[in-house]
T-cell receptor
Framework: KNQVEQSPQSLIILEGKNCTLQ??????????LRWYKQDTGRGPVSLTI?????NTKSNGRYTATLDADTKQSSLHITASQLSDSASYIC???????????FGKGTSLLVTP | SQTIHQWPATLVQPVGSPLSLECTVE??????LYWYRQAAGRGLQLLFY??????ISSEVPQNLSASRPQDRQFILSSKKLLLSDSGFYLC?????????FGEGSWLTVV
């Protein structure tokens, strides 16, 4: 069973609108959670990283939140742009071991 | 600065031919290195990871193998490719604060 679940699987929004992507995880004990943006055919690029003690972290128009108690994270994109069209992947690292737990990603399409 | 390079970016190979994808990192020593395969709508599947020279762990049985001949070099190989080996392959390096990904390699087996 996948320990990282992302929703929605895909999303279409109009340019300029906001959106929120969700990531729920069961990885425990938990070390950190990362959000990545992946353009089609390219390697993922890091957006944010949060440890269990952090509640929110921003990177430009991207804001990630974390609730370590409920094991939920969200990525909020403000004033979306066409270039935001990509897959967004949530990655959760446990405190021990080398495993990296990936969500299957949310595919975002921003339309004019 | 820390960087990761992966090549080739794309390749088309006939069934039964060999494969070699190479990944190198710069700006660090003794990195943890990973090979992933990404299928559409299915997320990233861990194939191999390595914590040091000559140390390879395989996550799934498959037609592929990996080697780490040098500290900062990680190679994904196959002796005879299958159609099912087609996909997008990513090399990754886990640093202290983040994970760095290579640009990916598109493999099409025909």
């Amino acid at each position: 069973k996948n320990q990282v679940e992302q929703s929605p699987q895909s999303l279409i929004i109009l340019e300029g609108k906001n959106c929120t992507l969700q990531c729920n995880y069961t990885v425990s004990p938990f070390s950190n959670l990362r959000w990545y943006k992946q353009d089609t055919g390219r390697g993922p690029v890091s957006l944010t990283i949060m440890t269990f003690s952090e509640n929110t972290k921003s990177n430009g128009r991207y804001t990630a939140t974390l609730d370590a108690d409920t094991k939920q994270s969200s990525l909020h994109i403000t004033a979306s742009q066409l270039s935001d069209s990509a897959s967004y992947i949530c990655v959760v690292s446990p405190q021990t071991g080398y495993a990296l737990n990936f969500g299957k990603g949310t595919s975002l399409l921003v339309t004019p | 600065s820390q960087t990761i390079h992966q090549w080739p970016a794309t390749l088309v190979q006939p069934v039964g031919s060999p494969l070699s994808l190479e990944c190198t990192v710069e700006g660090t020593s003794n990195p943890n290195l990973y090979w992933y395969r990404q299928a559409a709508g299915r997320g990233l599947q861990l194939l191999f990871y390595s914590v040091g020279i000559g140390q390879i762990s395989s996550e799934v049985p498959q037609n592929l193998s990996a080697s780490r001949p040098q500290d900062r070099q990680f190679i994904l190989s196959s002796k005879k490719l299958l159609l099912s080996d087609s996909g997008f392959y990513l090399c990754a390096w886990k640093g202290r604060n983040t994970i760095y990904f290579g640009e990916g390699s598109w493999l099409t087996v025909v």
